[in-house]
Nanobody
Framework: QVQLVESGGGLVQPGGSLRLSCAAS????????MGWYRQAPGAQRELVAS???????NYADTLKGRFTISRDNAKNTVYLQMNSLKPEDTAIYYCNYRHWRVTVKYEYWGQGTQVTVSS
């Protein structure tokens, strides 16, 4: 079982920056991927970015260049640095953890942290 605790969300003006953090605890396997998804009101959940244990990253094309994902494996923590924020970035941001055992995927989610971009 893996527990994920997010922090760092809040209200920010357009053009501002915010950094999200997500700390994982429990049974953490050596091979895993962590990432961030977001869901705006009335919209479907979408991938923001992910990063493997080895540091391989994957970004949504529209966000690449503004958002940066990183992780500290010693702390089992993933970060999302968000710059040049826009009102359309407003959403609940969810931390995601997943690993595979004998081709079976194990996936866990944080409760989400609200990010609001408004003037």
């Amino acid at each position: 079982q893996v527990q994920l605790v997010e922090s760092g969300g809040g209200l920010v003006q357009p053009g501002g920056s915010l950094r999200l953090s997500c700390a994982a605890s429990g049974t953490i396997f050596g091979t895993n991927t962590m990432g961030w998804y977001r869901q705006a009101p009335g919209a479907q959940r979408e991938l923001v970015a992910s990063i493997t244990i080895g540091g391989i990253t994957n970004y949504a094309d529209t966000l690449k260049g503004r958002f940066t994902i990183s992780r500290d494996n010693a702390k089992n923590t993933v970060y999302l640095q968000m710059n040049s924020l826009k009102p359309e970035d407003t959403a609940i941001y969810y931390c995601n953890y997943r690993h595979w055992r004998v081709t079976v995927k194990y996936e866990y989610w944080g409760q989400g942290t609200q990010v609001t971009v408004s003037s």
